[in-house]
């Protein structure tokens, strides 16, 4: 990537000082920035902040675990081989630590003030509760009955034993020497409601008011919380298919005795003890950081979790339930193949809901004509009806399912889903190689008269009910038989341990998906060469790949326009003079996560949607999928009514600048297309695109494309 002497003035944020591109580890804090934001922002509900405080805690650690440990990785290994990409990357390891520092005291003082906002209305995060108090006496009875009991007898301390802390588990130190370890099963936050009135506490604190009595000990109890290197890695080349889970499950032992990246500590500690723990632990003193208050500030999400109906109905603390609804065309189980061999159906989660995925699946399992049903599983809840569904239809036909059981921090719900459907008689398969299996499609052939006919879902999200209520996702129901045979072909091989090729519509990485989008950008670019228009919008959840981010580069000085709505972390960026000028990038962080892929590009008439996001892993480390949109109509509604919206939204999408800061949209900063279409959807302003979705579900797509479509009522 070349040099660029209009660049941002925020040079640290850049891997190479003039080299226009953002860090992706310091782009995602700043993303983690905007989660923050949301739980400062007044116009939200109160424990619609509490989960957002508790979100913003919760990805730090996996920050740490992930991306910092990996950072240290590719550290010790570029010293050895280039001291200068070494002594860079050590700068940006700097400014990653720095940052972290300065967003716990943004943390705490988000704390601060969610806290004395929830108390009129009914819900007091307590915190020092002192004696003689109600809070005191609450505090007391949940520690006594939910926590006490379950504490190991204290042992004596020694610095050596920091080698002994488990990843994210609190420790708690006593004045007598002597520390005690926390079971990760304990709670981080308690619940408990008296008089109409939610009392939550944090464990840290529970334990600093009552620990030291409770022991005889006199004195506060101090915290340590060490995070380790959480990522591991399985090879799956060289293991053959009954030693895989074996594998899996010896590796995720690793993750609890991972190398030392970060140590919180909370309370007073003797002069010389952090500096110990620096040396024994081998981290850089600004690795050892202040907690926010409390170790448990994730914890809050117990808050939203545990709120009784009567507090959480208030409209003050919590958003209305959403009101997905069963799309129209999947109410009638027995009409469903019917109905998809008439038009491809298009969902739109968790607007729609997810159950009309499940009601696909149960009428596939229990159709006597359906012959197999295959699917992939990269994360599903344990109680989703559709393990049912599968494990019923082993009885009868042929079910395949092909699990990850590498996908992070869900390896073990996965190891005991796959032990329960082949008891259940599925064939079960696993991912292969080095590829990690993300890819989201399912597969059912039945026997129609003379003909077998293929139903295909592709879906830009995972298979899980749960998430499918959090999560905005995108998914296709089609009997077309080209998507039909390419599913085909992608089962077959993967059950074989083979990289699929050869499709006809689906793009597939590693094989061609990195490839085609360079294509697909260098043709609009040579369209805007010829005077033609040249549109590229994508939506993903990170946009760090380098030459994807060149290529949009050159196609914005041709004079294409690139629409851009990345969630996390982005290395591009946009609206510099002479190099980027014509790219805007929004972000969209709201009530739900935004989790679709879209990739559009106007000249050349393709609309892709995917699980894969742009970045090297997506594209050469993960058997991934695009699959095109085919049906008009679904295609008219997504280029003229989704993506438009997107970037007509101004309530929540923020604004990536030149100078690679974030701002609050405005709008006179929306393109004039997305302007005018939002008008005339809307009819008025200003747009939340989320709210837009759920309005246009709820009407069942009046006056939009999709609206009554499929078969005539008999």
Known sequence: MQQHELLPTLPSLLVQPNVPFIHRDLSWLQFNERVLAEARQTSNPLLERAKFLAISAANLDEFFMIRLASLERTIASAVKRDPDAGSRLHRIHSAILEAVAKFGAKQAEALDLLAGELESAGVFIVRKPQPGTVFFDISKKVFDEQVLQKLSPPEPFASAKFHTMENLQLVALLKNNQWLRIPKSVPSLFCTTEDNQLYAFFLDELLATHLGSALAVPGVPSFLRLTRDGDFTVDLEEEDSESIPDVVRTGLGSRERGRPVRLQYWGDFPQNFLQDAMRVLKLDRAQILPAPQTMCLHGLWNVVKQAPDWLSQKAELQYPALNAKLPLRLRDQSKIFDEIREADLLLHHPYDSFDGFVAWIQAACADPNVTMVEQTVYRMDTLSPVIDALKMAAKTKTVRVIIELRARFDELNNLLLAEELRKAGVEVAFGFGALKLHAKVALVTRKEGDVTRLYTHLSTGNYNATTARQYTDLAILTANPEIGADARVFFDAVMKGEIPTSFKQLLSAPARMHRRLLNLIDAETQAAKAGKKGHIVAKVNALVDGAVVNQLYLASQAGVQVDLIVRGACSLIPGVPGLSENIRVISVVDRLLEHSRIYYFENSKALYLSSADWMPRNFFSRLEIAFPVLDPKLYEYISQIVIPTYLADTVKAKELTPQGTWKKRTA???????????????????????????????????????????????
Do not use: D
Request: aromatic share 4%.
């Open 668 to 714: 006179s900063s929306l393109a004039p297309q997305a302007s005018q279409i939002a008008k005339a959807l809307l009819g008025k302003k200003p747009v939340r695109s989320q709210m837009v979705f759920e309005e246009l579900a709820l009407r069942e797509y009046e006056n939009t494309p999709l609206e009554k479509r499929g078969l005539k009522p008999t």
